[in-house]
């Protein structure tokens, strides 16, 4: 199964046309994005310039598939320092068995000029049924939303470059 994908949250309001097993969402001067399952997709704040938000808080949609993972590469934007190593990554690993869904921030390796200490995960992880509960490293939370469109929206908050580990049963 493929997914289509749109930036803009307004889109999550129009109706879904199905065509041989893909879904398909139309809006006005914006083309489709086709995903594959096991999509791990972080996206950051729209912006007209590099620097005009911080980068503390970046969304995330996922769409679980067996066990798949993404590594995002991340520099100062600004300036040639990746030349010389001055990168940093993060590795999101996503495992689905029958209805459990397990999402992995692992701890951030590397560094450069200006980046952030602390970052919030806003995640948005597909899902047909939903969850009976969300757990936070084995902590039930409360504060997590399953909505029509069959996703699981809920925040993450990494300090201390900490492995966090999100469980959807």
Known sequence: MIFPLYTSDAVDELPCVVFGGCQQKKKKNTGLLFVREGAIIPFQKDMQFIGEEPLDTLMVKVFPKDVSSYTMYEDDGKTYDYENGAIATTRFECKQSER??????????????????ARTYELEIDAPQRPSEVLVNNVPIMDWQYGDDHKVRFSLHQENNELIKAMLR
Request: aromatic fraction near 16%.
């Open 100 to 117: 459990i869904v397990e999402f992995t921030v692992f701890p951030v390796e590397g560094s450069y000029n200006g980046m952030c200490k």
